[in-house]
């Protein structure tokens, strides 16, 4: 079971390029995430999916926007990249109905770097 | 606003000690308190949670210690190894569909 699994690994990206960060679960799980880790300041969540067809903002949302079309996908995109969202980004899912509630899985990251 | 205060940001300890780590919250609303483990290079994995109905709870050599009037909870490690070494974060949330909150993380290092 591969769990979640993000894509790039790692990217450079020149400011004002358009990316988007793909997110794939196998899990069958009915919420995902997109969390950014920065040192000293934690993760930070971006934007979450409580079901497929919803989407919701979270503490840091300005410059990126998801999408949740089926339940497996959560892709993020960051629309004209700035050096402010050089970060490790952390896709995540969660059960929240079943016997792992609030239980989140992580992806391995994603390292952008925008110059 | 800070809604999950973690501290210290950084801890050394020998192998065998007891690091303690601290988080302090302040929506009552919250009742449930996970620690998430993470290595260089991965992503987050929990390591132990706890509700707000009981005090302690321990798996294996980590204990969260849980004070509700105080609203803060704290991760205790046992005998803790070198192979303990990581960044731990705790995080709060309300039960339901509402996303985790976390603290900002303590880099932990275990020397021998």
């Known amino acids: 079971i591969a769990g979640i699994t993000q894509a790039p690994t790692s990217q450079i990206l020149a400011a004002g390029r358009r990316m988007t960060l793909r997110c794939t679960q196998d899990m069958r799980h009915n919420a995902m995430y997109w969390y950014r880790q920065d040192l000293g300041l934690g993760l930070r969540l971006i934007h979450y999916s409580n079901t497929a067809g919803t989407t919701g903002k979270g503490e840091v949302p300005d410059g990126y926007s998801v999408s949740r079309a089926n339940t497996d996908d959560f892709p993020l995109t960051l629309a004209s990249a700035v050096p402010s969202q050089t970060s490790v980004y952390f896709c995540?899912?969660?059960?929240?109905?079943?016997?792992?509630?609030?239980?989140?899985?992580f992806g391995e990251g994603s390292r952008l770097t925008v110059l | 606003q800070q809604q999950v205060k973690q501290s210290p940001q950084s801890l050394i300890v020998q192998k065998g000690g007891i690091p303690i780590i601290n988080c302090a919250y302040e929506?009552?609303?919250?009742?449930?308190f996970p620690w998430y483990q993470q290595f260089p290079g991965k992503g987050p994995a929990l390591l132990i949670a706890?509700?707000?109905?009981?005090s302690e709870k321990k798996e294996g050599r980590f204990t969260i210690s849980f004070n509700k009037s105080a609203k803060q909870f704290s991760l205790h490690i046992m005998d803790s190894q070198p192979g303990d070494s990581a960044t731990y974060f705790c995080?709060?949330?309300?039960?339901?569909?509402?996303?985790?909150?976390f603290g900002k993380g303590t880099r932990l290092s275990v020397i021998a």
């Open positions: 706890i509700r707000p109905d009981v």
């Open positions: 929506n009552t609303a919250f009742d449930y």
């Open positions: 995080a709060a949330s309300p039960l339901g569909n509402t996303p985790l909150v």
């Open positions: 995540a899912s969660s059960d929240t109905g079943g016997p792992k509630n609030g239980e989140l899985f």
